[in-house]
């Protein structure tokens, strides 16, 4: 094997590694600081490719490749840091494969010969099975990606490529780094790498399945708990635009009727991203029922029929957000429903009502005219700005900084910033008006990123006429204002707005919104029938006898990480008494399928322990999995209601202290 460098003629391979390709900055970054480093790409005697980004005072010395690539086999996520040798080095296990320079260069130029000449060595059926799951989105081509199957015993490489051509969108996120794109320059010095794996490991048998070519599809049906069916039609046979299929939308397909689903990928990827923008919890298995009733029609016949009423659907359907805020302010949940919330009545709404049901009543209601609350003097009437009104060329850019501003933006835009008052004064943001001199208008609005002490604001939406798209100079025109708002001489300006925006906070938190619009009797005639719906259905009726109900302790310390992808609501739960536990004798620990993932917080635990003491059959499910949650992501509920007996008796334990 020999190995090219980019501005001499190939030389032998040196003791430990195959071949290496030099690259100094310029050929990947025009910026600056990047002028200090050089990257290396490095083939591994056993095949592992290593990129690594390095001081530039490495680059070009063979000499020093033993030393490094020893580091690269011993801790390969930390960075080399040695004084002998000249500067640091970083892996960088998310950068591509083969390098790929920025700047074009001819293809007989000696940094494209170079790159020839080390992917030449590399295993070919990888790379075209990395490329393959490309489609617009996803990037798979890494170097920790390439290692994971090139480095595997030649049967089992051939098979896990066999598995991830038959059904990419499944198969990939369980095996690879699903990237939005390459990583290049590496993390921080002083902490390691992380792998951004979206599923950690496949399960065992999905493993044996790959790797021993038996029932593939059985094993990924029971993985993702679809049905085999839906494994054997189109739909998972190609690649996904976001590199995998998420497991909510898989579980949507699996309640819907096999001959109302989508025919084609294309038809599930336009509309699927629709899903979310609706202000709705889908989590349990009833409630994925009645979300594949909306579309009982036929998926591309049921959207279709609501594209029917005004685009751009997207925004029409993230605006009944608004609404349905409004119907709780208006008309509280009533007593027999006390776990109403939005997301709660938006998932009634739709049941009851459907998709056209939901987006007709939210634009009826936003069509009623704004009205402000008497009685609100003391509250602020006027915000102080954060940039200066700009005319010129045509261009206009003006800040709304009274309700009044607000609520003429919002009939003369026909959309909904005149409601944003109460946002704009407490959270903070600024709504601005913006017009090209072509007679384009917009509505921008920015808010804080609540950073104290840069106080910066980020342009969080931007909206045309009747909430229209923009054109591309409208969001140029955008991008720059936010520029304005945060440059260096306005800090002050926008500390003073965060002050205001608290002391507001305070003094007005209990108050009711400042404007409102108020429910016709056509919306209170539907949100009547949406509650009598709610009402009716058992499975949202709180246990009779619930012990616990929180989250799950200690999640991020166990194995729950690695297994949060596989988590689903309704999933049964272990309880497992420890009382030799040596930090409480009362812990109760939380297992799901043999697998530790946490406790019942120490708080909350001695009546569980109590109960399981005393040999009561108790019943754990998982009650909600939000991802949103790093430290605790996954919530359980424990009764004493009839159901499986998932409860592992022990001794009784001594009293806490």
Not at 279 to 300: N, Q, S, Y
Not at 443 to 460: I, P, Q, V
Not at 576 to 594: Q, S, T
Not at 619 to 641: F, G, K, Q, R
Request: proline share 8%; with cysteine.
């Amino acid at each position: 094997m020999t190995s090219t460098r980019l501005d001499a003629p190939a030389i032998e391979a040196g003791a430990g590694w195959r071949a290496r390709v030099w690259i100094d900055a310029r050929h990947f970054f025009s910026r600056a600081d990047a002028q200090a480093f050089a990257w290396l790409w490095l083939l591994d005697a056993d095949g592992a490719v290593h990129a690594v980004r390095l001081d530039a005072a490495w680059h070009g010395r063979d000499d020093l490749l033993g030393r490094l690539l020893q580091h690269l086999r011993d801790d390969p996520a930390m960075p080399l840091r040695d004084a002998a040798l000249p500067g640091q080095a970083w892996p960088l296990p998310l950068a591509p494969v083969v390098p790929l320079p920025r700047w074009a260069v001819s293809w007989g130029h000696p940094v494209q010969q170079a790159i020839r000449a080390f992917a030449s060595q590399l295993d070919e059926a990888v790379l075209d099975a990395l490329g393959q799951l490309e489609v617009p989105g996803p990037f798979f081509g890494t170097v920790a990606n390439y290692n994971r199957l090139a480095c595997l015993p030649g049967l089992t490489r051939a098979r896990r490529l066999q598995a991830l051509a038959l059904f990419p969108p499944l198969v990939a996120p369980l095996l690879l780094d699903v990237c939005q794109r390459a990583d290049m320059f590496g993390h921080d010095e002083d902490e390691p790498a992380q792998r951004a794996a979206l599923d950690g490991a496949p399960s065992a048998p999905v493993l044996l399945a790959m790797d021993r070519g038996r029932d593939l599809i059985g094993a990924l049906a029971a993985e993702y708990r679809v049905d085999r069916a839906l494994l054997r039609g189109p739909l998972l046979r190609e690649p996904w635009a976001g590199g995998f299929a998420p497991r909510r939308l898989l579980r949507l397909l699996r309640a819907m009727p096999a001959h109302a689903r989508p025919r084609t990928r294309e038809s599930l990827q336009r509309w699927s991203p629709l899903l979310d923008a609706l202000p709705v919890r889908w989590e349990a298995p009833a409630d994925v029922e009645r979300m594949a009733g909306l579309f009982a029609a036929g998926w591309e016949h049921t959207w279709r029929q609501v594209e029917a009423e005004g685009s751009p659907l997207r925004h029409h359907l993230a605006d009944t957000r608004d609404f349905l805020d409004a119907v709780l302010a208006q008309e509280p949940a009533p007593a027999a429903l006390p776990w109403l919330d939005r997301d709660g009545l938006a998932l009634a709404w739709l049941a009851r009502r459907g998709l056209r049901g939901l987006l007709r009543d939210s634009r009826r209601w936003h069509a009623q005219p704004l009205q402000r609350r008497a009685g609100d003097d003391s509250r602020p009437q006027h915000l102080s700005p954060l940039l200066d009104a700009v005319a010129r060329d045509g261009v206009s850019v003006v800040e709304l900084t009274t309700p009044q501003a607000l609520i003429d933006e919002g009939q003369a835009m026909h959309h909904c910033i005149g409601g944003y008052w109460d946002m704009c004064a407490g959270d903070p943001a600024r709504a601005v008006h913006l017009a090209l001199a072509d007679g384009q208008a917009a509505t921008a609005l920015y808010a804080w990123d609540g950073d104290d002490d840069t106080a910066a604001f980020e342009l969080d939406a931007l909206r045309g006429p009747c909430n229209r798209d923009v054109s591309a100079a409208m969001e140029a025109l955008a991008v720059e204002v936010e520029a304005w708002i945060n440059a260096d001489e306005r800090r002050e300006r926008r500390l003073q707005v965060v002050r205001e925006a608290r002391q507001a906070r305070a003094a007005h938190r209990s108050l009711a919104p400042s404007t409102w619009r108020p429910l016709d009797r056509r919306g209170r005639e539907a949100l009547h029938q949406v509650l009598a719906y709610a009402a009716r259905q058992k499975d949202w009726q709180p246990p009779a006898a619930s012990l616990y109900q929180g989250v799950v302790a200690g999640f991020a310390h166990a194995e729950g990480p690695r297994l949060l992808p596989r988590l689903a609501v309704g999933d049964a739960l272990q309880l497992v008494r420890e009382p030799g536990n040596a930090h409480d004798p009362l812990a109760v620990r939380i297992d799901w399928r043999g697998h530790k993932l946490g406790y019942v917080p120490r708080a909350g635990n001695a009546v569980v322990a109590c109960a399981l003491d005393r040999g009561a059959a108790l019943h754990a499910v998982i009650d909600d999995v939000d991802e949103a949650h790093a430290w605790t992501p996954v919530t359980c509920v424990v009764t004493s209601a009839p159901g499986p007996a998932d409860v592992v008796l022990s001794p009784c334990a001594t009293p806490r202290l």
